[in-house]
């Protein structure tokens, strides 16, 4: 059955939508391998998820839609990337990018919300794309590289180089189309994240109508078009504060889950040479306590952003370039936090935690390669950050 065709699963509330997402986990980890070696997420896996409902979750309620809480999505993104990342990624992904369609304007929300309950799609940011005015709409063409979720898509979302009467310059758009207008290009050969399938797409020349097109300019800092129709603080947020949380949960439900495995771990393990079970040594019980805490503090770090970016949405005021290049750069450090905490367990772990059966070297070699994203760049988010505070212009959109 078709999503045109079916409103799906509905959750009763938000807490039943958590465990009925987190119940998959044992799933999730046993196919986990498997989505690497097939370099996109297991179809099977991907369909008990979407049975869950849970790409209603950020839908409008006008539309059949839950708007449920950035919090409590932070929880289901860190559940899922406890049991594998890669598809943690993708799911966490698709479901933002039907927040980001409701923050389009009214049209485009009821030409697809009004004929399908949600959408699966791929969403790219970078201006890879030029768009060409014509009669009713543009004509798009371009290629984007990574496209989460374009394995599993229905719709595909892009950013072009757009002319707007009354600019000198092309304003940077983002633009929907069907996926069947996409062609995907197999591209993701990479040694990190490869369960992700995020492979490249293309747009050659297809027109796209002037409603589902909306300008970023108008997104970033909570004051789009679908802000203003819907009475709901969700969609006052900041966007690329709620694009890095996206991307972030699951990372951080990794960690988590390397700390959990070196416990384990530390129960059974003979170090090589002695008769000593790794657990008895004072070095490697230091070890632990240091992994827990900063487990529990960079999940309470991320969730803390959450409640920040939240309360930017309530107050129903614009978010600052200031206070948005903060929260950039404070989700740029969870997810280094992150990754270095889930080195530190392998290392910990000795030899064995790089055999291809072991999870922990999956998770390093995916913290490894997730943490290159340009939302988490660090030396550009810091640098936009410190130039604010000195009262330099940004030198770079946030």
């Known amino acids: 059955m078709s999503r045109k065709e079916s409103l799906g699963h509905t959750p009763s509330s938000e807490t039943m939508l958590l465990d009925a997402v987190s119940g998959l986990a044992p799933m999730l980890s046993d196919?986990?391998?498997?989505?690497?070696?097939?370099?996109?997420?297991?179809?099977?896996?991907?369909?008990?998820?979407?049975?869950?409902?849970?790409?209603?979750?950020?839908?409008?309620?006008?539309?059949?839609?839950?708007?449920?809480?950035?919090e409590g999505f932070m929880h289901l993104g860190?559940?899922?990337?406890?049991?594998?990342?890669?598809?943690a990624w993708v799911v966490t992904f698709c479901m933002e990018h039907n927040w980001l369609l409701s923050l389009f304007g009214q049209a485009a929300q009821e030409d697809i919300f009004g004929q399908q309950p949600y959408v699966v799609a791929p969403g790219s940011l970078a201006p890879k794309g030029k768009a060409v005015e014509v009669e009713g709409g543009y004509r798009v063409t371009g290629r984007w590289q990574r496209g989460t979720g374009v394995m599993h898509?229905?719709?595909?979302?892009?950013?072009?180089?757009?002319?707007?009467?009354?600019?000198?310059?092309?304003?940077?758009?983002?633009?929907?189309?069907?996926?069947?207008?996409?062609?995907?290009?197999?591209?993701?050969?990479?040694?990190?994240?490869?369960?992700?399938g995020s492979n490249d797409i293309a747009i050659h020349d297809v027109f796209i109508p002037q409603h589902r097109m909306v300008n970023l300019a108008d997104v970033r800092a909570g004051e789009s078009p679908g802000a203003l129709w819907h009475d709901s603080p969700l969609y006052?947020?900041?966007?690329?504060?709620?694009?890095?949380?996206?991307?972030?949960?699951?990372?951080?439900?990794?960690?988590?889950?390397?700390?959990?495995?070196?416990?384990?771990?530390?129960?059974?393990?003979?170090?090589?040479?002695?008769?000593?079970?790794?657990?008895?040594?004072?070095?490697?019980?230091?070890?632990?306590?240091?992994?827990?805490?900063?487990?529990?503090?960079?999940?309470?770090?991320?969730?803390h952003i959450a409640r920040d970016v939240t309360a930017w949405g309530v107050s129903g005021e614009t978010c600052p370039e200031l206070e948005r290049a903060r929260l950039r750069v404070e989700i740029g450090h969870v997810v280094k936090r992150s990754r270095d905490l889930v080195r530190d367990v392998v290392e910990a772990c000795g030899a064995s935690a790089h055999f291809l059966d072991n999870p922990l070297q999956r998770m390093q070699r995916d913290l490894n390669t997730l943490s290159c994203h340009t939302v988490f760049d660090l030396d550009l988010a810091s640098e936009i950050y410190g130039r604010l505070l000195l009262g330099l212009p940004a030198n770079a959109p946030i």
Request: glycine share 8%; with cysteine.
């Open 31 to 70: 196919n986990a391998r498997e989505a690497e070696q097939r370099r996109k997420p297991v179809d099977e896996v991907m369909a008990a998820i979407e049975g869950t409902g849970v790409y209603r979750y950020f839908v409008p309620k006008r539309f059949g839609g839950l708007e449920y809480s950035l």
């Open 236 to 303: 006052k947020m900041p966007m690329l504060p709620v694009l890095g949380l996206t991307a972030t949960a699951p990372a951080v439900g990794a960690a988590k889950q390397a700390v959990t495995l070196f416990h384990e771990r530390l129960q059974g393990r003979v170090v090589y040479g002695t008769t000593t079970k790794q657990g008895d040594k004072p070095v490697a019980q230091s070890r632990l306590a240091h992994a827990r805490a900063e487990a529990l503090s960079v999940e309470n770090q991320l969730l």
């Open 153 to 196: 898509a229905d719709w595909a979302m892009v950013a072009a180089l757009t002319p707007l009467p009354g600019q000198k310059e092309p304003a940077l758009c983002m633009f929907i189309l069907p996926i069947k207008e996409v062609e995907i290009i197999d591209t993701w050969h990479i040694d990190g994240m490869i369960g992700t």
């Open 78 to 87: 860190m559940n899922l990337g406890e049991a594998c990342l890669s598809t």
